[in-house]
T-cell receptor
C-alpha cells in the first residue's frame, strides 16, 4: 500500500540556518503530496501542497518540489526562525485509496536563537 | 482561518468511565476524520465520515465509536475508558472539492488513570 517515509528528528538548527527535511513516498497511483505543520499544543495546519510531478508548493518561505523520478518531496527553507520550531509531517493522498491521507511519522524541528 | 473546535482540550478520567469527545466545524465540510496521535507523534486514522449518517472505521482498530447525525458535528465515544486509551485525539474535516486538504482541530489530550 501507499506509504510515506520522512527523516527522523529531532532536527536542531540555529536561527537563519538552511533547513531540509527529507520525505520519500511509495504510491501505486498519482498522489498529491503535502506538508503539514503542528505547533506546540495545536492541531496540524496545511503548509503547502503539490498535485503533480515537477509542481513546486510554497508558503511562508517553505518550499517543496514533487519529484516523481526520485519519489521525493523534500521540505526546504532558506533561513529558519525560532518561530518555525514545530513538528512537520509529510503526507500523501490518492483518490484510488479512498478519501484518506497517509501521514509520515513527523519530524520535530528545534530552532535556537 | 479554519473553524473546527474540539472539547474538552484536556481530560483526566478514571478507568471504566464513559466519555465523549466533541468535534464541531462551521465550514459545512462533508468529510470528517478522527486521528489518534501517539507520543511519538505518528497519526493513526481511527474513524471517518463522508457525510451525514456515514461512518467508517479507519486503519487503526479502535474501541471507540462515532456518529454523524449533523453535518457539523462528529463526536467520538468511549463506552469504558482504559489506560491504553490515553492519547491525543485530533479531529479534522475537508470539503468535497478539496477533499485532500484537511483542517484540524486543536486536539483533546485524554489521560485515563
Amino acid at each position: 500500500g501507499d506509504s510515506v517515509t520522512q527523516m527522523e528528528g529531532p532536527v536542531t538548527l540555529s536561527e537563519e540556518a538552511f533547513l531540509t527535511i527529507n520525505c520519500t513516498y511509495t504510491a501505486t497511483g498519482y498522489p498529491s503530496l503535502f506538508w503539514y505543520v503542528q505547533y506546540p499544543g495545536e492541531g496540524l495546519q496545511l503548509l503547502l501542497k503539490a498535485t503533480k510531478a515537477d509542481d513546486k508548493g510554497s508558503n511562508k518561505g517553505f518550499e517543496a518540489t514533487y519529484r516523481k523520478e526520485t519519489t521525493s518531496f523534500h521540505l526546504e527553507k532558506g533561513s529558519v526562525q525560532v518561530s518555525d520550531s514545530a513538528v512537520y509531517f509529510c503526507a500523501l493522498s490518492d483518490r484510488g485509496g479512498g478519501f484518506k491521507t497517509i501521514f509520515g511519522a513527523g519530524t520535530r524541528l528545534f530552532v535556537k536563537a | 482561518e479554519a473553524d473546527i473546535y474540539q472539547t474538552p482540550r484536556y481530560l483526566v478520567i478514571g478507568t471504566g468511565k464513559k466519555i465523549t469527545l466533541e468535534c464541531s466545524q462551521t465550514m459545512g465540510h462533508d468529510k470528517m476524520y478522527w486521528y489518534q496521535q501517539d507520543p511519538g507523534m505518528e497519526l493513526h486514522l481511527i474513524h471517518y465520515s463522508y457525510g451525514v449518517n456515514s461512518t467508517e472505521k479507519g486503519d487503526l482498530s479502535s474501541e471507540s465509536t462515532v456518529s454523524r447525525i449533523r453535518t457539523e458535528h462528529f463526536p467520538l465515544t468511549l463506552e469504558s475508558a482504559r489506560p491504553s486509551h490515553t492519547s491525543q485525539y485530533l479531529c479534522a474535516s475537508s470539503e468535497t472539492d478539496r477533499w485532500d486538504e484537511q483542517y484540524f482541530g486543536p486536539g483533546t489530550r485524554l489521560t485515563v488513570t
